[in-house]
T-cell receptor, first 114, second 116 residues
Framework: AQSVTQPDIHITVSEGASLELRCNYS??????LFWYVQSPGQGLQLLLK??????LVQGIKGFEAEFKRSQSSFNLRKPSVHWSDAAEYFC????????????FGSGTRLQVQP | DAGVIQSPRHEVTEMGQEVTLRCKPI?????LFWYRQTMMRGLELLIY????????DSGMPEDRFSAKMPNASFSTLKIQPSEPRDSAVYFC??????????????FGPGTRLTVL
């Protein structure tokens, strides 16, 4: 069965600093990978996704992620964090028929210091 | 576009009562997903429909849970009888498989359920 691990439960960065959120997955086939963001009391918003092709994926809000098959990783990065980026971030892998059933990681809560 | 609409946004009920959560997917989307989010278990897929047909219900916790999608614009998730451990935020998401490619799931705002 597929699984996703986000090893960092909580990360604090200063505004303007760079950010990297880690995600490791386990899946027997080529994975479909996603990063979602959830603001307090809100639903999830898709930041970016990887299905195939270029392993460096650009998303919304200045985020990017790199798929590394050899490391089973799909880490999320942003060069300069804004206070509005404070939220919870979820990595997910699509599995099953058409890779449509998403398995989520436990999430990483990002706090941004002024 | 109105996005995925869920109702109610908040529900407080007593143990043993029936609870019905509702979802209206984005117009034109042909797939619908129900997720549950708890502190202990995180985000879990409960069931998903494609063209109104249930495809994978392996995440439905037990027989107390049931989901229906009578038409392309409406789905319900019912819990009967409800128990305190059902307290969670329930999300509905929808997507479109038009074009045959992989799809992006768009999430609703969620229903926060509290069972006393």
């Amino acid at each position: 069965a597929q699984s996703v691990t986000q090893p960092d439960i909580h990360i604090t960065v200063s505004e303007g600093a760079s950010l990297e959120l880690r995600c490791n997955y386990s899946y027997g086939a080529t994975p479909y990978l996603f990063w979602y963001v959830q603001s307090p009391g809100q639903g999830l918003q898709l930041l970016l996704k990887y299905f195939s092709g270029d392993t460096l994926v650009q998303g919304i809000k200045g985020f990017e992620a790199e798929f590394k098959r050899s490391q089973s990783s799909f880490n999320l990065r942003k060069p300069s964090v804004h206070w509005s980026d404070a939220a919870e971030y979820f990595c997910a892998v699509g599995a099953g028929t058409g890779r449509r059933a998403l398995t989520f990681g436990s999430g990483t809560r990002l706090q941004v210091q002024p | 576009d109105a996005g995925v609409i869920q109702s109610p946004r908040h529900e407080v009920t007593e143990m043993g009562q029936e609870v019905t959560l509702r979802c209206k997917p984005i117009s034109g989307h042909n797939s619908l997903f129900w997720y549950r989010q708890t502190m202990m278990r995180g985000l879990e897929l409960l069931i998903y429909f494609n063209n109104n047909v249930p495809i994978d219900d392996s995440g439905m916790p037990e027989d107390r849970f049931s989901a229906k999608m009578p038409n392309a614009s409406f789905s319900t998730l019912k819990i009967q009888p409800s128990e305190p451990r059902d307290s969670a935020v329930y999300f509905c998401a929808s997507s479109s498989t038009a074009g045959g490619g992989t799809d992006t799931q768009y999430f609703g705002p969620g229903t926060r359920l509290t069972v006393l």
